[in-house]
């Protein structure tokens, strides 16, 4: 398995750990402010946590709860 192949996989994964985390917050039983909230906070830690893997600057935010 080469390099391109290895980032495609993360890729992949990270697409789906994303899409399974907002599903499971659109299913809480929080009102629509706080889960879009939720959505907003936890999306801003996981940008910058990639981009701080990838070189692209420091993780920013604090990590939601």
Same mark, same amino acid.
């Given at each position: 398995m080469d390099k391109d192949?290895?980032?495609? %996989?993360?890729i992949g994964f990270g697409i789906g750990a994303l899409t399974g985390a907002i599903i499971a917050l659109l299913y809480a039983p929080k009102s629509g402010p706080e889960?879009?909230? %939720?959505i907003k906070d936890k999306a801003a830690y996981t940008v910058g946590t990639v981009r701080g893997k990838f070189g692209h600057g420091d993780?920013?935010?604090v990590k939601p709860e």
């Amino acid at each position: 398995m080469d390099k391109d192949d290895l980032a495609t %996989l993360g890729i992949g994964f990270g697409i789906g750990a994303l899409t399974g985390a907002i599903i499971a917050l659109l299913y809480a039983p929080k009102s629509g402010p706080e889960t879009r909230q %939720l959505i907003k906070d936890k999306a801003a830690y996981t940008v910058g946590t990639v981009r701080g893997k990838f070189g692209h600057g420091d993780p920013s935010g604090v990590k939601p709860e």
